[in-house]
């Protein structure tokens, strides 16, 4: 299979497989997935519990490993770099979202913010740093600790923290999988805006149509397979889609 | 309930096998203290069961020698078949320059061959006449000697007389022999050698058909009640009893080291425990909402500790056999005169003991957090993330740590300038213990400041694995501070010791460069004749004709070691506290400080005198001395002249030359020697040497302590092991966080071994502090003077090591963090 890697495409994997266990316990999560996503748009995965979602998510930011296929992200190949390339990789390129526990308790609300930069040995940009603390709308809560935000806060700072670095792409799981429908709102608001605003690429997770229809482009998974896709979704068309789906 | 816990201990077993290694070392400590003992014990007994069988009846006298002629009375009584005196006393050797050999004159004893000989050949055989002598071994290997060479014995005249070596001989578990060495011949020529005026033992061999008892009676009807008279079961009693009293302060030595050590495993379980029951209390309250009891909850923790404390204390009982094996070794390649051959043994006490205490100690130490458990509410099961510890100082606890810190200051200030002696320095030691536990107790306020200032160079130094890692440390301060206190004891410990050893190292020194201020010393052999030995009379004469010799001084004391003659001024400067020495001229006196007080007497007064030429005199004073200086501690100086006239003009105890500037000093050595070879038994020691030898004892006891502290200390890394991976097991999700992130694998593992240096670091500080002021503390106690050093080198040694042990007990658990996936470590609950 040649390979043309499009320009525009931040991420891009070709026949990715991942196979948990051996024999008959093997479990095929993913099973020869080709997806692109192209740079400065939102893109929602969606499917069915057990369908692959987080897998491919953690297979595409080098989370975990591939069983076969490969995953570019930019320029390079992240399925052949080593364990050292691929931290290095993540520190400059990727920033995540997680669905809980996304904040070092023991750090600030702006340390938090922070840490990848620092980890990375990077100076903030201060207009950046500005401009993403007043985009999220935590400006009085900087020096509190994560115990003492909310859970929606505590999801704006992960947003911060994964944008202040300027990655190449942000990978989300769920990122409003345990907030309230509010304040899950406010916090995809901020990630559309950070999309148009700030020109980032993001690929999210999620089970909700409404959390999808924040995306520009939906893709649908079900038994690890790529089955279709939405473009300008709303919540509606995200549905209705589902529901073929599980039919 | 009782399923439930032993299904949790497998689940848990590794996180349990470093808490179980600390119980485990401790009772082995404490286990092998007994093994090695109670093998030493079973040695004695077998060694002098069989030499008993030898002998039929013993007789031993009650004090002075028994005379020859018992011994003649005693071969024609009925039912004896062989009787042999046992002779013992001084033959000093000498070694292959010509010099008596040792500081103590060598012992001469009888040998003499067939069935009562109890002595045991190495090589050779028994002497077989008066020119023949048996040498122990360890004098003939540090002497170089080997069976068939002449060797020179002195007689009672200190004339030297040749004897072919034809044996060498174990002196076994005889103490005395042991440290003066001995040169073996037969009876009469012993008898001889060593002047002994009679015999320190006979023994007695019965005819066939006769009894041990039956011959203790003959033998009691002959001799009366003069002598004590035992059968040889009952001398080989009585000869273990004797033995045992001198292992029981081993076995005393050894417990209180054990002690501690069996302390810091408490901590560990305590500390384990806690986390343990912190990390599960979603597991906990599950089981409440189930239905369970506060009571059933406590009994399941208890249970499990049970568990845990019976298994490792039968490992424990394990390490105790090798621990006992490993001394053992130990005191047979140092030659310590105990029997080192007997099978290691492990008796049902032993057993018992070491069950009853790792049971005992990890039960109580769990009994706190398991009662922490039972207050875990229900609820708690549906709370999604273990709140972060917040600690607070309660009121209670201030109250406690301060009223333990203040009784603790106060009772050694009481020790310091109220008790003196033995009294003072146990009360002081005693503030210390209680000081302790107020540290302990304030341990968890501290922590976090202590934190900050230990963890300032690797924040500043390590980025951001260091500054993570640093905030990691701080972040449960009670799990932290106990963590850290178990090593704190070991190094409190041996600070302490340091101080102590250095302190008096120091002071011996500089005393002796006080009152020695020459180059050589000589002194008489000891041993040769009951009170001070003396050096020739002639001997100072002989060495102030030498070129090479500047000043030579005499110290001449009498029988009571309480009147000194005066020594040359121009070697000695005495401190006069009042009255001067210009004035000490013949019928004067200087007193020390301490008898002038005792006699009330000042300068000018008349003391009386008893001397052994001139009856009782009336002398003046002409000086007081004070208490530094070299004659301080004699009662009374008169001038030389005088003395001749009070005692006759008897040798000198001690004689110490200074030789003259500019002379080499192997030179000067080579001369005085030279000039000694008429009086072999004059021992002939350099300040150097008597240096070298305090040095020697100083640093074999400091070895010997950091030994048997090593144990102690050793458990308390596992503890910050343990509590490490406990916390890398807690904060699985944060790790993998930070990796996602892009914290490289060495970052991780870096950030770890920082939180442990910074562990290991503040323990450390706390411990070189208190063991520095107690080790003052302890040293106020000592009445003389003593100079207060701290030995900064080996302190600092011991904050880098602590530092570095604590990086090394980071490595497992780091190494377990960083290799943990991070999608799996992500999901983990
Ligand atoms: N570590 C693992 N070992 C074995 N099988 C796994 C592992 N992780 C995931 N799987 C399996 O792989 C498949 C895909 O899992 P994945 O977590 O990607 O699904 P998902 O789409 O994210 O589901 P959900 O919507 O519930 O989060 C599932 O069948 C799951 O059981
Ligand atoms: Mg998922």
Redesign the interface.
């Known amino acids: 299979m040649t390979m043309t890697t499009d320009v525009r495409a931040a991420v891009v994997a070709r026949g990715l497989s991942k196979t948990y266990g051996q024999g008959d316990a093997a479990v095929h999560a993913l099973r020869g997935i080709d997806v692109s996503f192209a740079t400065g748009a939102f893109t929602a995965i969606m499917g069915p519990s057990g369908s692959g979602k987080s897998t491919l998510m953690h297979c595409l930011a080098g989370l975990d490993t591939v069983s076969s296929g490969h995953v570019h992200i930019g320029d390079a190949d992240i399925t052949t770099l080593s364990d050292k390339q691929l931290t290095l990789l993540r520190r400059e390129r990727i920033g995540f979202v997680f669905q809980a526990f996304n904040l070092l308790p023991t750090l600030t609300a702006e340390q938090n913010i922070r840490l990848p930069l620092e980890i990375a040995g990077r100076q903030a940009d201060q207009v950046l740093m500005d401009r993403v603390v007043e985009t999220v709308g935590l400006r009085d809560r900087l020096s509190h600790k994560p115990s003492q935000l909310s859970g929606g806060q505590q999801q704006r700072v992960a947003v911060a923290r994964a944008l202040i670095s300027k990655p190449q792409v942000i990978f989300a799981d769920e990122p409003t999988g345990n907030l309230d429908s509010r304040s899950g709102a406010e916090v995809l608001a901020f990630l559309r805006r950070s999309v148009r605003e700030l020109g980032q690429t993001i690929v999210m997770v999620t089970h909700d149509p409404v959390a999808a229809s924040y995306a520009d482009r939906v893709v649908f998974l079900r038994d690890g397979l790529l089955v279709s896709e939405v473009t300008q979704p709303t919540p509606q068309s995200v549905h209705d889609m589902l529901l073929k789906l599980e039919a | 309930m009782l399923r439930t816990t032993l299904a949790g201990l497998v689940a848990h077993r590794l996180r349990l096998l470093l808490t179980s290694l600390a119980i485990t070392l401790g009772v082995g400590f404490i286990a092998g203290t007994f093994v090695l003992t109670d093998t030493i014990e079973q040695g004695f007994r077998q060694l002098f069961t069989a030499d008993a069988a030898k002998v039929a009846v013993a007789v031993t006298p009650k004090d002075e020698l028994i005379p020859a002629k018992v011994l003649d009375e005693l071969t024609a009584l009925p039912g004896v078949s062989g009787a042999q005196g046992l002779v013992r006393g001084t033959a000093p050797l000498l070694d292959k320059s010509g010099r008596a050999a040792g500081s103590t004159a060598t012992s001469g004893i009888s040998v003499a061959a067939g069935p009562l000989d109890r002595t045991s050949y190495v090589a050779g055989t028994a002497p077989g006449g008066p020119g023949e002598a048996v040498l122990d071994e360890n004098t003939a290997r540090t002497r170089q000697f080997a069976v068939g060479d002449t060797i020179t014995v002195l007689d009672l005249a200190e004339k030297r007389r040749q004897f072919t070596l034809v044996g060498l001989i174990d002196v076994g578990v005889d103490q005395n022999l042991a440290y003066t060495g001995a040169v073996g011949f037969d009876t009469a020529t012993a008898l001889e050698m060593t002047g002994a005026k009679g015999y320190r033992e006979i023994d007695l061999a019965a005819s066939a058909g006769v009894s041990p008892e039956t011959l203790k009676k003959t033998v009691s009807e002959a001799l009366g009640q003069t002598y004590t008279i035992k059968t040889g079961e009952e001398l080989a009693r009585k000869l273990a009893l004797d033995s045992n009293v001198e292992l029981d302060y081993l076995v005393l030595v050894l417990l209180l080291f054990g002690c501690v050590a069996m302390f810091v495993a408490a901590l560990v379980i305590y500390n384990t425990f806690n986390i343990l029951v912190a990390q599960r209390t979603r597991e906990m309250a599950l089981l409440r909402c189930i239905g369970a009891t506060r009571g059933q909850v406590f009994r399941s923790i208890l249970l499990e500790s049970a568990v845990v404390g019976l298994v490792s204390s039968v490992l424990g009982l394990l390490v105790g056999l090798g621990l006992g094996a490993l001394g053992l070794a130990a005191l047979g390649r140092f030659d310590a005169p105990v029997p080192t051959g007997a099978s290691v043994a492990l008796t049902p006490r032993t057993i018992v003991l070491g069950l009853v205490v790792g049971l005992l100690v990890t039960v109580v130490a769990a009994v706190l957090p398991a009662r922490g458990a039972t207050r875990v509410a229900p609820i708690a099961a549906l709370r999604?993330?273990v709140?972060?510890q917040t600690f607070r100082a309660g009121l209670a606890r201030s109250i406690g740590a301060g009223l333990l810190l203040a009784g603790g200051l106060a009772l050694t200030a009481v020790a310091i300038w109220v008790l003196d002696g033995n009294t003072g320095l146990l009360v002081a030691m005693g503030g210390g213990a209680v000081f302790f536990l107020g540290v302990i107790v304030i341990g968890p306020v501290l922590m976090s400041p202590l934190g900050a200032f230990a963890g300032w160079v690797p924040r500043k130094v390590f980025?951001?694995p260091g500054r993570?890692a640093v905030?990691?440390s701080r972040?449960n301060p009670k799990r932290a501070a106990t963590t850290t206190v178990a090593l704190t004891i070991g190094v409190t410990l041996m600070t302490l010791i340091s101080v102590i050893t250095a302190s008096t190292r120091e002071t011996v020194v500089s005393s002796l460069d006080e009152q020695f201020p020459v180059d050589f010393m000589i002194t008489a052999q000891y041993g040769r004749e009951d009170g001070m030995p003396l050096v020739p009379a002639e001997v100072p004469a002989t060495l102030r004709a030498l070129p090479e010799v500047g000043l030579v001084a005499e110290m001449r004391q009498d029988d009571t070691g309480e009147i000194a003659s005066l020594p040359d001024r121009a070697v000695f400067r005495p401190e006069v506290v009042s009255g001067s020495l210009a004035a000490l001229t013949t019928g004067t006196v200087a007193l020390s400080e301490t008898q002038a007080k005792n006699l009330g007497a000042k300068v000018g007064d008349d003391v009386p005198l008893t001397t052994t030429k001139a009856g009782k005199v009336e002398v003046k004073v002409a000086a007081l001395l004070g208490q530094d200086s070299l004659n301080g501690t004699m009662p009374y100086t008169v001038p030389a002249a005088d003395f001749d006239k009070y005692f006759g003009a008897i040798g000198p105890v001690r004689v110490y030359v200074k030789v003259k500037d500019g002379t080499a000093a192997d030179v000067s050595r080579r001369a005085v020697e030279a000039a000694l070879t008429a009086y072999p038994t004059a021992q002939l020691v350099s300040a150097a040497d008597v240096r070298g030898e305090f040095d020697d004892a100083f640093d074999m006891m400091f070895t010997i302590f950091a030994a048997l502290l090593g144990l102690a200390i050793l458990i308390s890394l596992l503890g910050i092991a343990n509590t490490l991976s406990l916390s890398v097991h807690e904060r699985t999700?944060?790790s993998a966080?930070?990796?996602?992130?892009?914290?490289?694998?060495p970052?991780l593992r870096g950030m770890l071994s920082i939180e442990a240096l910074v562990l290991g670091l503040v323990g450390a500080l706390v411990g070189v502090v208190i063991g520095v002021a107690f080790g003052w503390a302890a040293l106020q106690t000592i009445p003389n003077d003593t100079v207060f050093v701290v030995p900064v080198g080996q302190v600092l040694l011991y904050l880098v090591l602590s530092a570095l042990a604590g990086v090394l007990a980071a490595v497992l658990p780091a190494r377990r963090a960083a290799n943990a996936?991070?999608?799996g470590s992500?999901a983990a609950s």
């Open positions: 999604s993330q709140e972060e980025g951001v993570l905030d990691n972040r999700r944060e966080l930070l990796r996602a992130l892009g914290l490289t694998r970052q996936s991070i999608v992500l």
